[in-house]
C-alpha cells in the first residue's frame, strides 16, 4: 500500500524486499493488513480510498533545464504547425501543438527488441520473453503533459504537488487522461492519444538494448528516482520527494525527456502478464480486454530499478496516485 510503507507496490509491483515481500504476499499478512486499514480509516478519513491515496512528501526544489521552457496556451513562436508529410519527417523533427503548446518529436518507424533478458536485475517474468516489435513512426510529447496544459484544457488541477505549470500532472487517472484527450481533440481538431506500451517502450530505448537509455545504470543525474537505491555500479543519490519541472535532465537519443522516472506515464494497453508470448510483430495493441491498464517508466519514488525501460506497471484505469501522468502521441499520417 502506498505511504504505508513508504515504498511502492503499483499495480503488483512490489518493491518491499525480504521477510516483509514474503508476509505481504501470504493470506496472513493481508489479514493483518485489513485489521490495520480499519482501524486506521477513522483517522485517515475515507479521502484516500475515493481520491487517491498520497505518498507523503516534502517539495524539494530542483534548477529547470532553461532550455525546457513549456507552454500552456500559445506554444513557442514558430510553432504551430504540423509537417505537411510525416513520410518525408526525421528523428527529431518536431511541431508545437497552438492549443496547449504541447512540443512532439517524431519518433521514426522501426524494429527493436521488446522486454528484457532472463539476467537482467530487477526484472519481473512479465518483461518476456523478448520478442522483436516493428513499428510504424509517429509523434511524441517531447515531455511529460504539465500542470499548465492539463489546467488549459479542464480548468483545473488535479496535482498534489502544484509548485508550477511545468510541473507534470499527476493523480490523473486512466479514464482522466481519456476525457482530457477528448477534449483536446475537439478543441485541436487532431487526433492525440496515449502510447501503446510497444510504442512507449520503442521510445524510451531510442535505440538501446541496456536496461536504461542512458546505459546499464542510472543516476540522479539523469533521473528523478528514489536515491537512497542503487541499479548495478551506480552510487546513491538525491531523494527529491516529489515531482520535478519537466525537461530538468538531458534528453534520450530521441529528444525525449523523463522517460525514466519524474511520473508514471499511463499507456493505451489493457495489462496482460502473458501478452508478450503472443504479442503480434507489427504494431501490437495489447490485449484485447483486461482489468487494469499499464503505465511505463517509474516516477520520483521508484526505486531505480523500477525506472528501467522494460518495467511494467498495472492498475484498474480509475485509479490515481500523486505519482502517476502521462504524455501523449499522435499518428504518423493526418
Not at 485489521?35 to 507523503?56: C, R
Not at 512507449?200 to 536496461?211: H, V
Amino acid at each position: 500500500m502506498v505511504g504505508l510503507f513508504d515504498k511502492e507496490d503499483y499495480g503488483g509491483r512490489n518493491e518491499i524486499s525480504g521477510i516483509g515481500e514474503v508476509m505481504w504476499r501470504s493470506r496472513k499478512f493481508l489479514v493483518v493488513c485489513l485489521v490495520i486499514v480499519a482501524v486506521l480509516m477513522p483517522l485517515l478519513g475515507w479521502a484516500w480510498v475515493i481520491g487517491g491515496f498520497e505518498v507523503p512528501a516534502k517539495p524539494v526544489k530542483v534548477k529547470p533545464n532553461p532550455q525546457a521552457v513549456v507552454g500552456s496556451g500559445s506554444g513557442r513562436s514558430g510553432g504551430g504547425s504540423v509537417p505537411a508529410s510525416q513520410n518525408g519527417a526525421g528523428a527529431g523533427s518536431n511541431f508545437t501543438d497552438p492549443v496547449t503548446g504541447m512540443e512532439f518529436i517524431w519518433v521514426p518507424q522501426g524494429c527493436f527488441q521488446m522486454g528484457s533478458p532472463s539476467g537482467e536485475k530487477g526484472r519481473d517474468s512479465d518483461e518476456g520473453p523478448v520478442h522483436r516489435v516493428c513499428l510504424d513512426g509517429f509523434w511524441m510529447g517531447k515531455y511529460e503533459v504539465t500542470q499548465g496544459q492539463w489546467q488549459k484544457i479542464t480548468g483545473n488541477n488535479p496535482s498534489r504537488f502544484k509548485k508550477g505549470n511545468n510541473y507534470p500532472v499527476e493523480k490523473v487517472s486512466w479514464n482522466d487522461c481519456q476525457e482530457f484527450i477528448k477534449k483536446l481533440n475537439r478543441r485541436s481538431g487532431k487526433n492525440f492519444r496515449l502510447p501503446t506500451e510497444a510504442e512507449w517502450e520503442y521510445a524510451c530505448r531510442a535505440g538501446t538494448t541496456t536496461p536504461f537509455s542512458f546505459g546499464s545504470t542510472i543516476s540522479t543525474d539523469q533521473a528523478n528516482y528514489d536515491g537512497n537505491y542503487t541499479y548495478g555500479r551506480g552510487r546513491k543519490g538525491v531523494y527529491r520527494k516529489s515531482t520535478v519541472s519537466v525537461g530538468s535532465f538531458r534528453p534520450n537519443a530521441f529528444g525525449l525527456y523523463d522517460m525514466h522516472g519524474n511520473v508514471w506515464e499511463w499507456c493505451s494497453d489493457w495489462y496482460d502478464s502473458g501478452y508478450y508470448k503472443n504479442s503480434p510483430e507489427q504494431n501490437p495493441q495489447g490485449a484485447s480486454s483486461g482489468s487494469s491498464r499499464v503505465f511505463r517508466g517509474g516516477c520520483w519514488s521508484s526505486s531505480p530499478w523500477c525506472v528501467r525501460s522494460a518495467n511494467r506497471g498495472w492498475l484498474r484505469p480509475g485509479s490515481y496516485f500523486n505519482i502517476l501522468g502521462f504524455r501523449l502521441v499522435s499518428p504518423g499520417r493526418r
